[in-house]
Each structure stands twice: as C-alpha cells, then as structure tokens.
C-alpha cells in the first residue's frame, strides 16, 4: 500500500527497494498511495467481539511478547485461545528463497512492512492500511512477514504476506474491526506517513476465498500524489482460529492486476494448514 512495504529480500537475484524508492528511480511517474475496501464471504462476521464506532473492538486481554509461546492454538474453531508462538508461526510461513510458481518468498530486509507509522483519516479505517500493532484494540502475540514476488520484475506484482497471531478471541475481534472499516470507509479515506499521504478514492469488495474461518477480500482504488494516476491495490485476510494470514498485493503501474495472486495464497494456506494439523 502507498507502494510501501515492497522491501527486498537481501543478496541474491535481486534486492528490492522500497516500492517509493523504485517509483522515484523510474521518473516518480507513479508514486505510492493507500487504500481501504471491504467484502466478506457468506460467514464473515462469524466469532470474535463487536466493534465500536472508531472500528476498535472492545479491549482483549494483555497480548504475550513475540516469542512467547502462550497456549498452543490450532486452526480450528471460531475464536481461540492461545496464540502460536513465534517459533511455531515462522515455521508455517513461506521461508526465505521459497518458490511458488513463478514467485518467489523472502524476508524483508527493512523491518515488517506496513507498520505503525501508517495511519488512517479517519482512524475507524486504520485495519485498511495496516493490522500492526495498535490498528485495533488487538495485538499480536506474534507475525511473521515475508515479501513475494518475480526475482526478476523490478516492477511486477509485489505481494507482503503477514502472519499475525492473537490471544483469546484477538484474531476474531480483527476480522470485526476489519469489516467495519470496510463498510465505513467504502468512499474513501486518507493514509498518513512521516513524509506523505495517499488518497483512498474507493473501497470495493473482492471475492474471498474460501479458507479458514472466514476472509475477506478488497480491491482499493488509489489517487497518485501528484494527484493525475489511479492505482489499485488489493488485500484478503483470512482468519483461522487465533490467527490471521493477510495477503496485501500491489505493482507500480497504473495496470489493474485483479486480485492478490491465487497461487500465493492458496500455497500459503496449505503450508498453514497442514503444519497446524501436525
């Protein structure tokens, strides 16, 4: 989103930069933006709490330090108790140098994408432009980030898969807070960074998967700063027990690539899956 969270994966084929740098390498034509959308699939407001007007769900209970094991949680289950460790939750992501298809995973090399210092105008769409800590009333007890995309595409499709597990109901109360936003913030809103904004024009639905507990899917359509190029971006959300597996796809190009890949999210979700199962 606003082409951040793009960093590369260290060494190798390639390194990529940050989506905004890239942008500025080719010309500064299209520059990043943010967006916020929402669809749910038939079960979608299944489990967790309700939320309130600002999109926050009431407050959980304290989240365990990353690295925490806490109760192990499976898969199933509409809620949860315990969230996975850290441990456990990078083994059931893609590792560095993974292949799926012609993609390729690896850790980003700047730190997790998408963080705090990404907010939202008004703040009931802050789960739309990121679910990092503080973008609801819960945090995570543990995530994992990984960057996919073509090793050779400097500008192709670039996908930031996040792992993020909750104590208690936490993942619920995500997926909650999620869908308010995207009901809320259908005509639009605006991200804030340090040095930037990006102006959300419209929040669509998307179609969902169907895997987990319940996903949600969003196409957003984004005004480039200069204010003349729209951008498309689009995020689905899964949830599985107490944690949540996102899926936020872009391109620094004013091309439409349709939804998030299939392939990624489907191989993604199978690695989860099975691992939660053993």
């Known amino acids: 989103m606003f082409g951040a969270g793009n960093e590369g994966r260290p060494g190798g084929r390639r390194a990529r930069l940050r989506r905004t740098a890239a942008l500025a390498l080719v010309g500064a034509v299209l520059t990043g933006a943010a967006a916020c959308g929402g669809d749910e699939k038939g079960d979608g407001d299944k489990g967790g709490q309700e939320t309130g007007a600002d999109g926050k769900a009431p407050a959980s209970s304290p989240a365990a330090e990353p690295g925490d094991s806490g109760d192990s949680a ?150 480039d700063v200069k204010g003349t190029l729209k951008l498309y971006e689009y995020l689905t959300v899964v949830r599985s027990g107490t944690t949540t597996l996102s899926f936020r796809a872009d391109i620094t190009d004013t091309k439409d690539i349709g939804k998030v890949p299939d392939e990624v999210i489907t191989a993604q979700w199978k690695k989860f899956e099975a691992g939660s199962k053993g």
Not at 204 to 218: I, N, Q
Request: hydrophobic letters at 35%.
């Open 74 to 223: 499976g898969s199933g289950g509409t809620g949860g108790t315990g969230a996975l460790s850290q441990r456990d939750l990078t083994a059931l992501a893609f590792t560095d140098g993974e292949k799926i298809g012609k993609y390729t995973a690896g850790e980003f090399t700047l730190g997790a994408p998408l963080g705090e210092d990404y907010t939202a105008d008004p703040a009931t769409c802050q789960p739309l432009v990121s679910l990092a800590k503080g973008a609801t009333a819960f945090d995570p007890a543990s995530e994992v980030h990984r960057n996919v995309d073509v090793a050779e595409e400097m500008l192709g499709t670039t996908v930031a898969v996040q792992l993020r597990s909750y104590n208690g109901d936490g993942a619920a109360g995500v997926m909650k807070a999620l869908a308010t936003a995207g009901k809320e913030c259908a005509g639009g809103f605006v991200e804030n960074r340090a040095v930037a904004k990006g102006q959300y024009l419209k929040v669509e639905s998307a179609k969902a998967p169907d895997h987990g507990d319940e996903a949600r899917a969003y196409r957003f359509t984004i005004l």
